[in-house]
């Protein structure tokens, strides 16, 4: 009986992932499938908060939790192993630690930075893009404040932070710097005036879903703290002075001993290798997740771009989708092994909110704008939320933002 047991494998613990595996593991009885669950680290990461340990302004160990934790082990096999290779016609995956066969896939990889190959920039800026790169970045800084403040000549580039892009990274980034700022001054004796700030955006306005109401409530909290804004600047170059950027045809370096590449991500770098028809990590899904010709391959999160029925562009990446599309997807491997037919994904989208800091905010929820500390809680509900979608009460008490 045992060896008549389908075999799904679902490959990243990320939001995508992990929601797919705690309600799978909910809708399934140990007989109903051989369930594992393959991911490079033993923890899960809330990587809505990483521009938080950026910053700074949490330790990065706030981020994390083990996914045993979130698991039932009586349904669902994990395995600490990097995934090396998919051969979908195979019906393989390879790994650093051996090779695991499926009769149902979940790819849920993941983003990594995205640098369009602009010269310099995987070398010389810093990336919000885990938690290694979190952490790198927060030491980095107070490192700067720290050389600063013990140095007899002073290098002022120490004191300057170059964010590049304006995007919801970006602008949380900033919100979170412009908090732990002041701190750093005040615990090496910097003169917080001398502190320079700058966000380099190449588009004419910033966060173009919101309003502009938002956007200028969002710009004024950031100048007001200190931040500079050069819009309709795009960047050019990376080097070891800081950034290059075009304004009016000409190049100017801009220079800071810190540097954030903040302007874009891309799914899993295995995407391109593993599938046909797949742009910046991404592949379009059919209308139940899966991925054209293969029935039983779903590919969700930030390796999916699913288009709404009606609609040309495909959804953006954020936790909320990765979240809506595990759920659908567990439900979805429960109607296989049923014997049902699949369910298409029906998106809901209750609102989206960007943290300036852990106290203000703008956003858009249930299509209403909202700013301000009403902003700040409805984030707070939002992260809360998802832990408690992933690891229930315990682990939302636990690691929640309340
Ligand atoms: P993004 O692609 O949304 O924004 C990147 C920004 O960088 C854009 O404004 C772009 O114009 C700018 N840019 C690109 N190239 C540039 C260049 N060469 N020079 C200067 N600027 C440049 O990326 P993101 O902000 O990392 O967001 C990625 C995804 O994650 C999005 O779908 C976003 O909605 C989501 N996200 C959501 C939240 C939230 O809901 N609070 C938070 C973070 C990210």
């Known amino acids: 009986m045992a060896q008549d047991r389908k075999k799904v494998l679902v490959l990243g613990a990320g939001y995508a992932g992990l929601q797919t595996i705690t309600k799978l593991q909910k809708l399934i009885s140990a007989e109903d499938a051989e369930v594992t669950l393959i991911n490079k680290n033993d923890y899960h990461y809330e990587s809505t908060w990483l521009h938080e340990a950026s910053a700074g302004t949490i330790n990065y160990e706030e981020l994390l939790y083990p996914i045993e934790t979130a698991i039932d082990n009586s349904k669902v096999n994990f395995v600490k192993a990097e995934v090396t290779k998919i051969d979908r016609n195979a019906k393989k995956v390879e790994t650093d630690s051996g090779i695991y066969d499926f009769d149902i896939l979940v790819v849920a990889l993941g983003f990594i930075s995205e640098t369009f190959g602009i010269e310099g920039m995987k070398d010389y800026a810093f990336q919000i ?7 790198k970045l927060s030491r980095h800084i107070e490192d700067k404040f720290a050389n600063y403040a013990s140095s007899k000549e002073k290098d002022e580039n120490d004191l300057a932070i170059l964010v590049g892009g304006a995007g919801f990274t970006g602008i949380e980034f900033l919100g979170e710097l412009v908090t ?32 502009d109401e938002l956007v200028n409530y969002a710009v004024s909290f950031l100048e007001d703290r200190g931040v500079e804004f050069k819009i309709a600047t795009p960047i050019v170059a990376a080097n070891e002075k800081g950034f290059v950027v075009k304004v009016d045809d000409k190049e100017q370096q801009l220079e800071a001993n810190t540097a954030v590449w903040a302007a874009g991500v891309r799914g899993s770098e295995l995407m391109e290798e593993s599938f046909e028809g797949v742009k910046r990590g991404r592949i379009v899904n059919e209308s139940d997740l899966t991925i054209k010709g293969y029935d039983d391959i779903f590919v969700i999160g930030d390796c999916s771009a699913f288009i709404p029925e009606g609609e040309e562009r495909p959804l953006p990446t954020t936790a909320q989708i990765a979240m809506q599309q595990g759920e659908a997807t567990a439900k979805n491997i429960a109607n296989i092994l049923n014997g049902n037919p699949t369910d298409k994904f029906e998106y809901i989208d209750r609102g989206t909110v960007c943290s300036l800091g852990a106290h203000d905010g703008v956003g858009v929820v249930f299509g209403k704008d909202i700013a301000g500390k009403k902003a700040s809680f409805m984030k707070k509900i939002i992260d809360t939320r998802a832990i408690y979608k992933i690891g229930g009460f315990g682990l939302a008490f636990k690691k929640g933002k309340f």
């Open 180 to 211: 732990r700022i002041p701190e750093l001054c005040n615990k090496y004796g910097v003169d917080q005036d001398k502190v320079r700030i700058t966000c380099v955006e190449a588009a004419p306005k910033m966060l173009p879903m919101f309003s």
């Open 129 to 135: 893009e885990n938690v290694l790169t979190s952490r």
